[in-house]
């Protein structure tokens, strides 16, 4: 945890398109006190009607910033000394309850609702984690597993 009693985890979300996601994006960071939320591409910032709908206030509370490519804020979070981990369903991915990251400062990136975090900023990445699933259809909405992820994340960290 940073001195400023914040998590040391930026969520990078990767062209996500949907202004409720991108709110309750913001609640959920908030929630878990992350550093900061990094908007990429064309994913909607504040602000916006919809996005306060979801976010009730948590724009003001979460340390956002704008960027125009993905890799542009990861860039930016490695330069500050963030590992990059995508949250994706990929080749050698580690499933998240393995995940062991040991007080690192860690930039997760979640992509775009339909086709996910751009092969790319998947290139570019440390590593990759996947949450597990069981159902048919293996997925999650974006919102949710942010929550999963950061839930994981702040409760294995904890000291």
């Known amino acids: 945890m940073l001195a400023s009693g914040k998590h040391s985890i930026i969520v990078i979300l990767d062209d996500v398109r949907s202004m409720h996601n991108v709110g309750s994006i913001f609640r959920t960071c908030d929630a878990f006190a992350v550093e900061a939320l990094y908007l990429c591409g064309y994913t909607p910032a504040p602000p916006h009607r ?23 804020a990861v860039a930016d979070a490695r330069e500050a000394g963030y590992k990059i981990l995508a949250v994706e369903q990929a080749h050698e991915s580690i499933m998240l309850e393995k995940l062991n990251v040991q007080r690192e400062k860690i930039a997760l990136v979640f992509g775009n609702e339909v086709t996910g975090v751009n092969d790319e900023v998947l290139a570019a990445a440390d590593g990759c984690i996947e949450i597990p699933q069981w159902g048919a259809k293996h997925s999650l909405n974006i919102s949710v597993s942010v929550g999963v992820v950061l839930w994981e994340m702040v409760r294995t960290s904890a000291p």
């Open 50 to 72: 919809d996005i306060q709908k979801t976010a009730l206030g948590a724009t003001e509370t979460v340390k956002w910033k704008n960027f125009t490519t993905t890799m542009d």
